[in-house]
């Protein structure tokens, strides 16, 4: 469960004022809004990246607004995936959980199942410069979940695909919602994200986040993109 209330965030001249919304236990929900809305930043927030003002973040029932992110059972994929050059994919999977002290048969157990669950079984050995765009958002992907966070935040995880890897990250979306039944909140400008995805769709606009009807088109995002 992600719960925020009254939110308050101050960046510069940019801000964001009583922000409230909840997504439920185990949802998969889709935040949408025009570039500059703050999207991202309510992201950061509730992983613990941005400082807030005022007001409080709870996940899975536990205040963490004043939690520094590795003690927020967060698992985080920004858009550019933000890969490691020189680590392996296998070592990509493996990386929160070395820090996180797991045992070495726990770590090669995880690793096989989190491979297996995104079909990159194929691409243990490789390093992120011999990568497409969708195999380096799916290592992205395996590297939050690998610890089994409570929460998943993804920035924009299909932005940069083509249509055909689109639709495959669909498919792997819905399995990993499935399989895992993390609570999830996605970022997208694209409402077929949200068609294929969602069960509650949250539109930001005007400083304040409401919760859309499944057939609703936001107006909002029609308008040219700043």
């Not at 392996?88 to 929160?96: M, S």
């Not at 990250?169 to 499935?178: I, N, P, S």
Request: proline share 4%; hydrophobic share 40%.
């Amino acid at each position: 469960m992600i719960h925020i209330d009254q939110l308050a965030v101050r960046l510069g001249q940019f801000r964001l004022d009583n922000l409230s919304f909840e997504v439920a236990q185990g949802d998969y929900a889709v935040l949408m809004g025009r570039t500059g809305a703050g999207k991202t930043t309510v992201q950061e927030c509730i992983c613990g990246l941005r400082p807030v003002t005022s007001g409080r973040i709870i996940l899975a029932g536990r205040d963490v607004t004043r939690l520094p992110p590795a003690q927020r059972d967060v698992g985080y994929v920004p858009q550019d995936a933000a890969l490691f050059p020189t680590m392996t994919v296998r070592q990509h999977l493996a990386f929160a959980l070395e820090i996180r002290h797991w045992g070495i048969a726990e770590r090669l157990r995880r690793v096989a199942e989190l491979s297996e669950l995104l079909s990159i079984e194929h691409l243990l050995e490789r390093y992120p410069a011999g990568l497409s765009g969708g195999e380096k958002q799916r290592v992205a992907l395996g590297r939050a979940l690998a610890f089994r966070p409570g929460i998943l935040l993804l920035d924009e995880p299909l932005s940069a695909l083509d249509e055909e890897t689109r639709q495959q990250m669909y498919g792997l979306l819905t399995r990993v919602k499935e399989h895992t039944h993390v609570t999830t909140l996605h970022i997208t400008h694209n409402r077929e994200d949200a068609d294929h995805l969602a069960d509650c769709v949250l539109l930001l606009a005007d400083g304040q986040i409401r919760r859309m009807d499944k057939e609703e088109q936001p107006v909002e995002l029609k308008v040219a993109q700043p």
